[in-house]
């Protein structure tokens, strides 16, 4: 009988820790699919900082580095630097990402770095109690929100996709989602793109990934599906946002 549907050999056989219902696992799978594919699990080394993803180095099958809250940009550029020949890639939330790291990412992509980042953007910070990101929608509620995101008090949520597609040295920008099985294709798809740019050498590549939060939410999984249907994509719509052939033309 021949085989239709197996693990990747991307991930390793550790239990997950995150909470029922959060797409973080997918992402990882995703992420696993695509390094076996491009043959690179051996040469391949993501950096994890502190959020729902520090403990990635239990389930990446290959080398993984710390990096403290919000620094995953300048450890993956010191990596990325002394090992050229290497698949670097950091796996940010938007706590770490989009607030205490933010000056690291937006230098990383300005100064055109050659390692990839999968951004997971589930509005709420979730590890620590679901307090309000940047991110986080107006209106929406967080522990340090109660009364949900006004923008006369907290602004308004940073799209970070369209804002680092500004940038000349951020050559691949997509928004993806997986609550559909075909949004979880073409999320695959767009990863696989991110890497390969990085492969060729084109410059910096960062896919977004909405995903959901059920615990901080305060919602069942399927009704979380739902509320980022509702409420997420119409603020940050999938898509591609700036794009690179891989002979390096912009898009």
Not at 167 to 179: H, K, M, Q
Not at 222 to 229: V, Y
Request: net charge neutral.
């Amino acid at each position: 009988m021949s085989v239709v549907f197996k693990k990747t050999n991307g991930l390793t056989e550790a239990q997950t820790h995150y909470c029922p219902g959060c797409t973080h696992g997918i992402i990882h799978r995703l992420v696993g699919e695509v390094l076996e594919e491009l043959d690179v699990l051996g040469d391949t080394i993501g950096v994890a900082p502190v959020g729902c993803s520090v403990l990635a180095y239990n389930y990446f099958n290959c080398d993984m580095q710390e990096a403290s809250h919000g620094r995953a940009p300048a450890a993956a550029t010191g990596i990325k630097r002394v090992h050229p020949d290497k698949t670097v890639f950091t796996y940010q939330g938007d706590g770490d990402l989009a607030s205490i790291g933010t000056a690291e990412i937006v230098h990383a992509a300005a100064r055109g770095e050659k390692f990839t980042t999968i951004f997971v953007n589930n509005a709420i910070y979730g590890m620590t109690g679901g307090q309000m990101a940047p991110t986080t929608l107006v209106g929406q509620k967080a522990t340090t929100a109660p009364r949900g995101r006004e923008i006369d008090k907290q602004g308004f949520p940073i799209r970070m996709s369209e804002m680092l597609s500004t940038l000349p040295g951020a050559v691949f920008v997509e928004r993806v989602s997986v609550d559909t099985p075909a949004n979880v294709r073409k999320a695959k798809k767009a990863i696989k793109k991110a890497f390969q740019v990085q492969q060729a050498g084109l410059g910096f590549g960062i896919v977004e990934v909405l995903s959901t939060c059920p615990t901080n939410w305060g919602l069942a999984p399927n009704d979380a599906l739902q509320w980022l249907r509702d409420n997420m994509m119409p603020y940050y719509p999938i898509g591609n946002v700036k794009d690179v052939d891989l002979n390096g033309e912009v898009k």
